[in-house]
């Protein structure tokens, strides 16, 4: 659909005749809601929900817009926001796997905000504002789907708004024209575009209800990574005061230098035989996608380069780690999470208890015997238990504790932590092409339907959850908590007492484990200091049954 096609200039009766023709989820229309962009008409989902799905926040980047800053948009006439736009190009996903809720249209012209509000919700209202930014490896992802929406969370009383960015080549791509062209910079357009999102919510929200000195950011997976880029960019000082990242919190991973990223920017240029950035702007964007690398659902989809972000000297003037540790930061609260079973490691695929300590003496050599002291596996079906929390805590749970630390030492506002555990409770007989429902656990992106309520979408196709009373308790119980961490910077509630990390008292606040709903736990710290300190050697063995965790799984 055309942008000119999206502006009505009709009269009240032919936009009330298109925005029920157009969206069989719509009960009713909503009247304009004038913005200083431009009016948006929006409607009322079933459940008494406000929605304005689809709203522009930039110009399309496409023609000399693609690999520029976005630039803001203003329009005349009334915006029919009854549709969700297109998600950026990407790769397209298998049909068979867990994350697949329906195709969605493709295209450049993707740059697009989805919004949910309460049924009281109003200018002046003032309501927290909860902002997903989705995950998906840098590549793919986007805001249409379903198990990202916002209906349940603005019935509890929440705007809920989550946007589109580019992604891939398209939306990394660094390149030696283009910073000639944009006074020295280029890359990171992914989170330019962020940005721009974040900077109309602020200007705008409150024209549906919402509060934008009260704007938590969330992101999962590359989103809680975009999360730490947005908590360290000066770009977006002053445009949110939470941020919540379901793992991916790190703020010590390298970043390539802006003349790396242009001469990978070279390479992908002379991949796809373009003699220069005006020949590269006239492909066709389904043939920039195929010079990418694509990992998905435990296979490489294609082999090619990968576009990554920089420190471009604009969104990022320095690493991520030296912007918090100069006290350069946004200093918000903030969460950070990870999930009981979306790490994995070479222990994993031992079969016996004499294979997983010689797995472990090839890890760790002269510390074997202080790490097998910790880690100690006396029965063969305890191999896996061990070797994940191995994996856990030296993988996303030393991160989580890391930006804890980080936040403590370099910030004055509070951490929180969390572990989500919970398996989702599948269907008899259910198949699923991604996962291994035998060995599958709390897997990567397990916690998001459960801190949204987007449960049911799981079954929309097809029944693959049975989902149990407990599965909603614990959901309702999540969502209650990021809903008062958006409404006061903290995530207790009357039910739930989530104390903040701090180094006295390293504590985790444990969704759904033995404990219940919600129980308070130790952090691993010993643990994760001593494997900290002794970094396991690289080891060789015969691949495990995989599907289920990052690495191994969609990157979503």
Not at 216 to 242: D, E, H, N, R, T
Not at 398 to 427: D, E, G, I, P, T
Not at 461 to 473: G, I, K, N, Q, S
């Amino acid at each position: 659909m055309s942008t000119k096609s999206r502006f009505i200039t009709l009269c009240a009766l032919s936009w009330v005749l298109s925005a029920a023709a157009s969206a069989a989820s719509v009960e009713r229309p909503l009247p304009p809601v004038k913005t200083a962009a431009g009016s948006v008409a929006g409607f009322v989902l079933p459940t008494g929900v406000k929605a304005w799905w689809g709203v522009p926040f930039a110009q399309a980047p496409v023609g000399a817009l693609r690999w520029q800053p976005p630039k803001s948009l203003t329009w005349a006439g009334v915006w029919n926001a009854d549709r969700k736009g297109p998600e950026c190009m990407q790769v397209l996903r298998p049909h068979d796997i867990n994350h697949y809720f329906g195709e969605e249209a493709s295209s450049e012209d993707c740059l697009y905000l989805n919004i949910w509000a309460p049924a009281s919700a109003r200018l002046g209202a003032k309501l927290p504002v909860v902002v997903f930014l989705y995950g998906g490896g840098g590549t793919i992802g986007s805001s249409g789907m379903a198990n990202y929406g916002g209906d349940t969370l603005a019935q509890r009383g929440v705007v809920f708004v989550n946007f589109n960015y580019r992604v891939g080549v398209l939306g990394f791509l660094a390149h030696p024209e283009l910073s000639k062209e944009q006074g020295g910079h280029s890359g990171n357009y992914a989170y330019l575009d962020q940005v721009a999102a974040l900077q109309w919510i602020h200007d705008h929200i409150a024209q549906f209800g919402g509060d934008p000195s009260r704007v938590v950011i969330m992101g999962q997976s590359a989103g809680a990574g975009s999360v730490v880029q947005q908590l360290a960019s000066p770009l977006a000082k002053g445009l949110f005061s939470g941020a919540v990242m379901s793992s991916g919190c790190n703020f010590n991973g390298t970043q390539a230098t802006l003349a790396e990223g242009e001469r990978n920017g070279l390479q992908i240029q002379q991949r796809l035989g373009a003699a220069n950035l005006e020949a590269l702007r006239n492909l066709p964007a389904d043939r920039i996608v195929t010079a990418q690398t694509e990992f998905q659902v435990g296979v490489n989809v294609a082999s090619g380069i990968r576009a990554t972000a920089v420190i471009d000297g604009r969104f990022m003037p320095r690493s991520v780690r030296e912007q918090v540790e100069a006290g350069s930061m946004n200093d918000v609260p903030l969460i950070a999470g990870f999930n009981h079973d979306e790490s994995v490691n070479a222990l994993m695929n031992a079969q016996s208890i004499d294979e997983y300590r010689g797995i472990a003496r090839r890890m760790y050599g002269a510390d074997a015997d202080a790490f097998l002291a910790m880690y100690p596996v006396q029965r063969v079906e305890d191999i896996r238990t061990v070797a994940g929390q191995v994996a856990r805590e030296g993988g996303l749970e030393a991160n989580a504790r890391s930006c804890a630390q980080m936040q403590a030492a370099h910030a004055k506002s509070k951490a929180y932590v969390n572990l989500f555990s919970r398996r989702h409770s599948y269907a008899p007989g259910v198949r699923i092409a991604d996962q291994d429902l035998a060995t599958v656990g709390a897997y990567h992106t397990a916690d998001i339907p459960f801190w949204f309520g987007t449960l049911d979408v799981f079954n929309s196709l097809r029944p693959t959850r049975a989902w149990t009373a407990f599965d909603r308790e614990l959901s309702s119980t999540m969502q209650d908590a990021l809903v008062a961490f958006a409404a006061t910077g903290s995530p207790s509630t009357k039910a739930v007492n989530w104390p903040a990390w701090s180094p006295a008292n390293e504590q985790k606040l444990e969704w759904g484990g033995a404990g219940g709903t919600a129980q308070v736990v130790p952090v691993g710290a010993a643990r994760i200091d001593w494997l900290l300190k002794h970094p396991a050697k690289p080891v060789d063995v015969a691949p495990g049954t995989g599907g289920n965790r990052i690495g191994n799984g969609p990157r979503d």
